[in-house]
């Protein structure tokens, strides 16, 4: 309000008006002022907003998690609270699904946004090819395949998880279906291979339900399974009915595989 008041060379009414009405903004532009890096200034102002207008746009929250994980290529970014992890909900419709998802994320993770809105260039006309190019180039990058990077790199991931919720496990991540392990779960680094490499509907994936049962790949018709050790970071294989797995480890999922086949 003291800008319109004291800078009349420009119109900053005006610009405050179009950028309240942002659809997800919906009147709660302050957090913009922590974006510039002078907040007198109006061509600055005018320029962050209207990149930060085109990173909420409808067009990009119309696509599941996309968002979210462009973010994840600059820092890990999940709300935490002990094993718990969870990330923001596309949904706009309520004051509260906006409270409690986007605007919770802007206000724990600012400086990330302004990383995110520094980096777009001013004339960027097409913000949903940008983020997916901006996620290429960090897998182009990274060779550390974490769990973070699965989830970057594999769009299908995050979409296992109806409620947004994770599970931390030692080393192990899990994708739960509900809010609750004692639900159907998904543990990350099987279920993705197993996204990946089952064009020829060789295997299935058995997905776990309460703590400590069997979660992993297997072949149909077989009672062999696949999983990822929560204690070594590595992959074992055992039997559904026998939960004493052999004393074998493996580096990689392909080289269990292998010795399944």
């Given at each position: 309000?003291?800008?319109?008041?004291?800078?009349?060379?420009?119109?900053?009414?005006?610009?405050?008006?179009?950028?309240?009405?942002?659809?997800?903004?919906?009147?709660?532009?302050?957090?913009?002022?922590?974006?510039?890096?002078?907040?007198?200034?109006?061509?600055?102002?005018?320029?962050?907003?209207?990149?930060?207008?085109?990173?909420?746009?409808?067009?990009?929250?119309?696509?599941?998690?996309?968002?979210?994980?462009?973010?994840?290529?600059?820092?890990?970014?999940?709300?935490?609270?002990?094993?718990?992890?969870?990330?923001?909900?596309?949904?706009?419709?309520?004051?509260?699904?906006?409270?409690?998802?986007?605007?919770?994320?802007?206000?724990?993770?600012?400086?990330?946004?302004?990383?995110?809105?520094?980096?777009?260039?001013?004339?960027?006309?097409?913000?949903?090819?940008?983020?997916?190019?901006?996620?290429?180039?960090?897998?182009?990058?990274?060779?550390?395949?974490?769990?973070?990077?699965?989830?970057?790199?594999?769009?299908?991931?995050l979409k296992y998880s109806?409620?947004?919720?994770?599970?931390?496990?030692?080393?192990?991540?899990?994708?739960?279906?509900?809010?609750?392990?004692?639900?159907?779960?998904?543990e990350i680094f099987t279920?993705?291979?197993?996204?990946?490499?089952?064009?020829?509907?060789?295997?299935?994936?058995?997905?776990?339900?309460?703590?400590?049962?069997?979660?992993?790949?297997?072949?149909?018709?077989?009672?062999?399974?696949?999983?990822?050790?929560?204690?070594?970071?590595?992959?074992?294989?055992?039997?559904?009915?026998?939960?004493?797995?052999?004393?074998?480890?493996?580096?990689?999922?392909?080289?269990?595989?292998?010795?399944l086949n």
């Amino acid at each position: 309000a003291e800008l319109i008041v004291t800078d009349t060379k420009n119109n900053w009414e005006e610009l405050f008006i179009k950028v309240e009405s942002h659809h997800y903004f919906q009147g709660q532009i302050g957090f913009i002022f922590k974006l510039v890096n002078n907040q007198e200034d109006y061509i600055e102002f005018q320029e962050v907003s209207s990149k930060v207008s085109k990173v909420f746009s409808p067009d990009v929250l119309a696509i599941s998690n996309l968002l979210f994980r462009s973010f994840l290529t600059l820092n890990t970014c999940f709300f935490q609270n002990g094993n718990k992890l969870t990330y923001p909900f596309n949904e706009s419709l309520t004051l509260r699904a906006r409270n409690e998802n986007w605007r919770r994320f802007l206000a724990e993770n600012i400086e990330l946004v302004k990383k995110m809105i520094d980096d777009i260039d001013t004339n960027c006309n097409d913000i949903v090819q940008y983020l997916k190019e901006r996620i290429q180039k960090y897998l182009d990058l990274n060779s550390t395949q974490d769990y973070v990077f699965k989830i970057i790199a594999n769009e299908k991931l995050l979409k296992y998880s109806l409620k947004n919720n994770i599970r931390q496990y030692n080393h192990a991540y899990y994708l739960l279906s509900t809010t609750r392990i004692y639900s159907f779960f998904a543990e990350i680094f099987t279920y993705d291979w197993f996204l990946l490499n089952n064009d020829d509907n060789k295997y299935e994936y058995h997905f776990g339900k309460n703590e400590g049962s069997i979660v992993g790949i297997k072949k149909k018709e077989d009672t062999n399974v696949i999983f990822y050790d929560i204690d070594t970071g590595k992959f074992k294989i055992t039997q559904i009915e026998n939960l004493n797995s052999s004393p074998e480890y493996f580096e990689t999922i392909d080289e269990a595989i292998q010795k399944l086949n």
